[in-house]
């Protein structure tokens, strides 16, 4: 784009000069001048955008000095809420930002979900921050903070936890500070502890063993939603469980079993993938939200790609990107299929065309009908998803609106209603999702338009969200009221995507390795080990034919890793807005 502006401005020179001696006619200078601008837009396509356009100006450069500096605001904000949580809360699960305490179990009311499903008196914050630490470099904390859960930690404990909770959050982060231990090539630094003796990958193995009652006595396959870590499944425990919670447990449980040699816990998981997989509807392919573990019956027939569906659908691709496993490769591309064709509405092309913009919503499973008219916050992490699918164009769209929201609130609702154009449900509880979205487009794109939506969701963290002793929940999106609380994911994913997204030359972009992040934001290197089993036969006994996990497929793995992708953004994208400015403001006006 530079040399058509040096070239149009030169041009102009030389024709003022000669329209100054009298050469030239007083109009061929703006017809020249016209003509130049209709080369310079034709040679870099329809999606040149001309400096008087209000999104060009805004988005499309992103100083190199600007980027240092919210690299490290996003490095301080993650160290903000750290170091407050060892100081005010530590050993507890959570920390309290507005009165700087802890919080632990709510040990009077185990009614409260919202709580006990995810505190289990086991130092949550501490566990989940792990790999942030490792990202960020700081190699004496995160060699003292293992230590931390080595010497304090136990499972051994009378609490009553969510198994999907527990499992993405507390495992998926030992076994990704336990990879990060043991790697030879040490890319983030010295990380290595010394005397360790695998004691994180045994903390792991314990937990899982303590999980595993969820997975008896169920006629599915599937595993009861919650466990008593002493005791095992409560006697009271419903058969009612969300198809995420049930089916997102394959990464972890199979990254366990893999490096232990046992395969029990990837079988479990897989099996309960399959029982839900083998109910989804004969007519649309789409699957319920919530099901019963004994009967199979659907209690939820909700299909979305919201809470309750979420990370099912993420956890397909990333099992086959982890494993290598075909199965679950067909399996996405076949529930990929039955979303785009039933959930899915907007005109048919991102950035072409006329009608509404792309949106998912949610439906009916057995016959794809409109149920409600909101989307939650959860589903922005589709986007990101679509971006490992090598759905680009789609994901750009899917983004922009959700971004369009925040804009427009400086958070995102937990619910909001895209026909009413208002929050149906206004708490925003600092989650990550539309962050990583925005840091997987970067990766692929490399456009500056998502520097500058990372920046704008930084600083609406930082005005809205800080609190005495860390960042807490937005109780409403409009008021900024706060809730006294701040999750284990704000450090383990919010923090690490908006460091990422500003770290250009960090070890996870810059090494020969490839990484994988889980559902919960933990760092997963792209390992050949992974990819070999001695009981590969044992899971696909049904298979017709044979598959080697020793190579995958180039053409398979094409559709699935974001980074044999990136070549489907044009080059001329990068130096311009990644949706038409006209999309850009219709889906400004879509969110209000």
């Not at 398979?556 to 980074?563: C, F, G, H, K, P």
Request: proline share 5%; net charge neutral; charged share 20%.
């Amino acid at each position: 784009m530079r040399w058509c502006s040096v070239l149009l401005w030169l041009l102009v020179l030389r024709l003022g000069l000669h329209a100054l001696r009298g050469l030239l006619p007083p109009g061929s200078l703006r017809g020249a001048a016209q003509g130049v601008s209709s080369v310079c837009r034709a040679t870099y396509g329809r999606f040149f955008v001309g400096p008087g356009d209000e999104y060009g100006r805004r988005y499309s450069s992103f100083p190199a000095g600007l980027r240092l500096e919210m690299r490290e605001m996003a490095r301080s904000m993650f160290a903000f809420g750290y170091d407050n949580y060892m100081k005010h809360a530590f050993p507890e699960d959570e920390l309290n930002p507005i009165l700087c305490q802890g919080r632990g179990p709510d040990t009077l009311n185990p009614s409260n979900l919202n709580i006990n499903d995810v505190l289990g008196n086991y130092s949550l914050t501490l566990i989940d921050a792990l790999d942030t630490l490792a990202v960020m470099g700081n190699a004496t904390e995160f060699q003292k903070a293992v230590r931390l859960v080595i010497d304090t930690v136990s499972f051994d404990k009378d609490s009553t936890v969510q198994v999907f909770e527990a499992t993405i959050r507390i495992m998926g982060s030992l076994l990704s500070a336990h990879i990060i231990l043991t790697d030879t090539k040490q890319p983030f630094g010295n990380m290595t502890l010394n005397g360790y003796d695998n004691e994180l990958l045994h903390m792991a193995h314990d937990l899982a063993v303590r999980l595993l009652p969820a997975f008896e006595n169920t006629r599915t396959g599937m595993p009861y939603p919650r466990v008593n870590l002493l005791k095992g499944v409560p006697p009271d425990s419903l058969n009612h469980t969300c198809t995420a919670g049930a089916g997102s447990l394959l990464v972890e449980f199979g990254i366990l079993s893999r490096l232990l040699g046992d395969s029990t816990f990837e079988w479990v998981a897989r099996r309960a993938v399959r029982a839900l997989w083998s109910l989804r509807s004969n007519d649309t392919g789409l699957l319920g939200n919530v099901v019963d573990i004994q009967t199979g019956d659907w209690v939820g027939k909700q299909s979305g790609l919201g809470a309750g569906l979420d990370s099912f659908f993420e956890y397909l691709l990333k099992s086959y990107i982890l494993f290598g496993e075909e199965k679950d490769l067909d399996m996405f591309n076949e529930a990929y299929k039955s979303i785009r064709s039933h959930l899915r509405r907007g005109r048919k092309a991102c950035n072409e065309g006329e009608g509404d913009p792309p949106l998912y919503v949610n439906v009916n499973m057995l016959n794809g009908q409109i149920m409600n008219t909101w989307i939650d916050s959860l589903q922005a992490f589709f986007p990101g998803l679509q971006v490992l699918k090598g759905d680009i164009e789609d994901a750009i769209c899917l983004h922009a609106f959700y971004y369009a929201i925040w804009k427009r609130y400086g958070a995102l609702p937990e619910r909001y209603n895209w026909q009413l154009q208002a929050p149906d449900v206004s708490f925003y509880p600092l989650r990550p999702e539309l962050v990583e979205s925005t840091y997987l487009l970067y990766q692929a794109t490399k456009n500056p338009f998502y520097l500058h939506v990372g920046m704008d969701i930084l600083q609406s963290l930082e005005k809205h969200a800080k609190a005495k002793c860390g960042y807490a929940t937005l109780h409403h999106v409009v008021d900024k009221s706060q809730e006294d609380r701040m999750e284990s994911f704000f450090l383990s994913e919010t923090c690490k995507y908006l460091y990422l997204l500003f770290d250009e030359d960090n070890p996870v972009h810059r090494t020969g390795n490839k990484y994988l992040f889980t559902t919960e934001g933990h760092l997963v290197p792209l390992d050949p080990r992974f990819r070999k089993t001695p009981w590969h036969e044992f899971f696909h006994q049904e298979d017709k034919t044979q598959r080697s996990l020793q190579k995958l497929s180039q053409t398979r793995l094409r559709t699935a890793n974001s980074s044999t992708n990136c070549n489907r953004v044009p080059e001329e994208r990068r130096f311009s807005l990644p949706l038409k400015s006209v999309y850009m403001r219709q889906i400004d006006q879509m969110g209000g």
